[in-house]
DNA sequence: AACGCGGGGCC
DNA sequence: GGCCCAGCGTT
């Protein structure tokens, strides 16, 4: 096939003024290509970093990884969001490191088939690790391609992904496609960016339609976001002899298998009485005799498409509260092994420095 | 086909 | 406050 002008432009971009650096660029080794792309899903390189060396550090190797109780492993990731990606990357580097027996596998199929890589990660493994012809679809991809033909097909949609994988198929350079992959997503976070893109210094000014026709801030076009949802946590911390009441998330919501404390959530706000006389409480206490000590102030945690208000309630008790079935009482010294959701981290943070003060 | 899943940086 | 990020699994 006849190289395209993209294409043709794009790799002499890419050699002549692509100064990007990261840790995984031109790394050849699957494990560690696999573990950096999970990292990124939906991840900003300046965010993912950081844990992808940290990683790479206490798992040299997927065996490393693999054998990691999985505990360790998700104290890792926190703070990093999306923590299914790390149920995905424990189950995957298991299945890895004993049916596969450390060799990470070298087909498309294969590797598409594994939990948590999709068409985007799978293409770029393949690329990356064994420049097979797979061209990478990302956030990226989409947008350098929407912008340079101008095209309205709404990326976030079942019809745009099959149009723009066509398309981005159509111009992958197949003697060099992990090259080309790297290259594509380099331009189009270094130059075709989501706001301010440089076009006065793009290789394909000429040819950019979006450019041509003063349309790059049109492009590309998604369908609209949902509505978002308020929610209002009311956190709990009981503490019995030195130990506290912890429980870990496994419902259909977020943060699933992070660490929490009791939960009482309600759709609005409610007042510190409201609390105290709430089913809930009086459910969760009964009769027993009970020690307030402290109120935090009420936390904001903005996720996508959810604001959480959180508040934390500190209560110490006498005597253990024997229906609380899923929940494990843990020494304080220890509750820093757990992982939790970012503002509670930050509140015990918070909790712990106040602690230093006095 | 639509929806839900985090946290952070930038405008 | 809104948008977007090296997407994926579930329903």
Redesign the pocket.
Known sequence: MKETVFTKNLLLWNKKSNTRL?P??GEKDAYKIWL??II????????GWAYYEKFINAFPTVHHLAKAPEQQVFKMW????????CK?LIETAKIISEKYDGKFPDSYEEIRN?????????A?ISSFAYNLPYA?V???V??VLARYFGDTTPVD???GKKFYTALATKLLDKEQAGTYN?AI??F??VICK???PLCEICVHQKNCTAFQTNNVGNL?V??K??Q?KIRWFYYFIIEVNGATYIHQRKQ?????N?YEFVLYETSEPLYQQEIIESTFFKNLFGKQKINVKKVSPVYK???????INGQFINVSINKNISFLKDYKLVINKEINQYAF???ITAHLQQTHTEQQLF
């Open positions: 990261m995984w660029k950096s792309e990124l899903q939906q991840t900003r390189v300046e965010q926190e703070g990093l969001g999306y923590y299914n990606r995905n594994l939990k948590g890589i999709g068409p985007y990660t799978a770029a990478v990302d956030g990226n989409e947008r949609t079942t019809i790297q997503m380099d189009g976070a989501p706001k301010n590309p998604k369908k976001a949902i978002k259909n919501d977020i943060w699933q992070l945690q903005q996720l996508t498409h959810q604001t959701p970012r503002f």
